[in-house]
């Protein structure tokens, strides 16, 4: 019987099939350490990490029978692809689960940092100074605002969708061109990334994090978007410098920003914590029960279908 290594604790439930067909260890209420599973991994033919467990080279040696990783996240930026697969590891990763609650997420960043949310709430509950005059502490609309999207694969297309139904136009810049009808369906304009930086009201970066992507947002972008533009980031952390992003805000060379990636998650840069203009989450994008059982139960049948093809596999390499 395959052994599995689940490096986080979650709940069993959508891990039945799981449990019926393997032989499972998972931690019941803390997450393994780095150093457990480097004294565990050799006697397991699957690793199961979640999306903040970096599965390096020291990992995947010592993990002499591996034969899958299959990751809990859509990301894989946790999982050095490129050696597992010159170790003959298949990686995979979860998609189609992550896709709607990600995008829901994104377009509420978008709506708390346009209409300054966090803000008055925050201004409100310490019962400091806030203006309630007509034109005091004012927002920033949606409706027929110009929505550009950095990467408009599966979330960026469910983000478009729900910001054309609150009346926003749409511009993209993607690795490629989509086809004329995905781009008729959100009345999507493809445009260069410089122009999308320099026209669009908001902007989302929902592309996937590689190396080429690594700070891909910095000082010199910011200094392009409008005065008035508002960034969200919920794809990595890491396509954007921080510092950059946080002397933007201060000097206000941007309006606002919504994010719920870091550089170095669990930490954020200080600058961040103290500005008025950016609303912050902790990585939450898919924290909702029911969409953390459905990404277990997609990941499940990774692992299934990898073995007994009964389910269709989501690889990466």
């Known amino acids: 019987m395959k052994k599995i290594l689940i490096t986080n604790a979650l709940y069993r439930e959508p891990l039945a099939e799981l449990f019926e067909k393997f032989e499972v260890f998972m931690p019941q209420d803390e997450d393994l350490k780095r150093e457990q599973v480097l004294e565990m991994i050799s006697d397991y033919e699957v690793l199961i990490p ?52 990600t995008a829901e997420l994104a377009f509420a960043l978008l709506l708390a940092a346009g209409r300054r949310i966090g803000y008055y709430d925050r201004k409100l509950r310490e019962h400091r100074a806030i203006d309630w005059g007509v034109y005091g ?80 947002i910095g000082e010199n972008e910011f200094s392009k978007m409008k005065p008035t533009a508002v960034f969200i980031n919920t794809a990595r952390g890491n396509m954007v410098d921080e510092k950059a992003l946080a002397k933007a805000l201060k000097e206000e060379k941007i309006w606002a920003a919504g994010l719920d990636v870091y550089e170095n998650e669990p930490k954020i840069s200080p600058e961040l914590l103290v500005l008025n203009n950016v609303v912050l989450t902790p990585h939450a994008g898919t924290k909702t029960i029911e969409d953390r059982h459905r990404m277990a139960e997609e990941m499940v049948h990774n692992i299934i279908g990898f073995y007994e093809g009964k389910y269709e596999v989501s690889r990466v390499n």
Do not use: W
């Open 137 to 216: 502490d004012v927002g920033l609309p949606v409706f027929g605002k110009t929505l550009g999207i950095i990467g408009m694969g599966r979330i960026g297309q469910s983000l478009a969708r729900r910001a054309v139904a609150s009346g926003m136009n749409i511009i993209y810049n993607n690795r490629n061109r989509l086809s004329q009808d995905i781009e008729e369906r959100y009345n999507a304009k493809y445009v260069s990334f410089n122009d999308l930086l320099r026209t669009a009201d908001y902007i989302s970066l929902n592309a996937p994090s590689t190396p080429e992507t690594l700070h891909l």
């Open 50 to 101: 979640n999306f903040s467990f970096y599965t390096d080279k020291e990992i995947i040696d010592k993990g002499v029978k591996l034969e899958i990783i299959s990751n809990y996240g859509v990301g894989y930026n946790n999982i050095d692809v490129d050696y597992a697969t010159q170790k003959g590891i298949v990686v995979t990763n979860i998609p189609k689960t992550t896709c709607e609650p």
